[in-house]
């Protein structure tokens, strides 16, 4: 139960070399601090048998260049993103919506997906449900914009 694994490479070659001696699928819940990650832990990382992916954090709009050289070094290791990687969309609130839109489509242009998550100690307003309902259920968030989706739902 790290939360930064990344930060201590020793410690996270040490528990990626038992998983993959062992075969143990993987899932790291708490998500990889991707500014860590340079081109042996993306090597790495293709390494590891995973359970439900490769989990990352985009929280603030402003890393986006790093969001988008993380994924292309992800693309680069063979890491199929598509399938396997997912980036944390954090939506603070009402005020943090059209950021959480646009990190959403940056992620989707880069072939990646989002899981937007809320603060579980505020009222999700209908948008922000309808945005988490998009993003997070993979068919509707590759066969719609939220702006088709919201047509429909909001």
Same mark, same amino acid.
């Not at 708490?30 to 993306?42: E, H, I, K, Y």
């Not at 943090?96 to 839109?101: C, E, K, L, Q, R």
């Not at 988490?132 to 259920?137: D, G, I, S, V």
């Given at each position: ?43 790495? +990382? =293709?390494? &590891? ?6 989990? *990352?954090?985009? @929280? ?5 260049? !790093? ?39 940056? +992620? =989707?242009? &880069? ?6 998550? *809320?603060?579980? @100690? ?5 948008? !922000? ?26």
């Amino acid at each position: 139960m790290d939360n930064n694994i990344l930060f201590d490479k020793e410690w996270f070659y040490s528990v990626t070399d038992f998983c993959i001696d062992n075969n143990l699928k993987t899932w790291f819940t708490q998500g990889f601090d991707a500014r860590l990650m340079d081109r042996d832990v993306a090597d790495r +990382l =293709k390494e &590891l048998p995973v359970y439900k992916g490769l989990f *990352f954090a985009w @929280d603030n709009v402003d890393d986006e260049d !790093i969001v988008r050289e993380k994924i292309e070094l992800l693309k680069s290791s063979g890491i199929n993103t598509r399938r396997d990687v997912i980036f944390y969309v954090y939506c603070g609130g009402e005020y943090d919506y059209d950021s959480a839109v646009y990190r959403c489509r940056v +992620l =989707k242009s &880069l072939n990646t997906n989002p899981f937007v998550m *809320f603060n579980i @100690d505020e009222t999700p307003t209908k948008k !922000i449900n309808a945005l988490r309902r998009w993003a997070n259920r993979k068919q509707l968030f590759w066969t719609c914009d939220i702006s088709e989706y919201n047509r429909k739902s909001v």
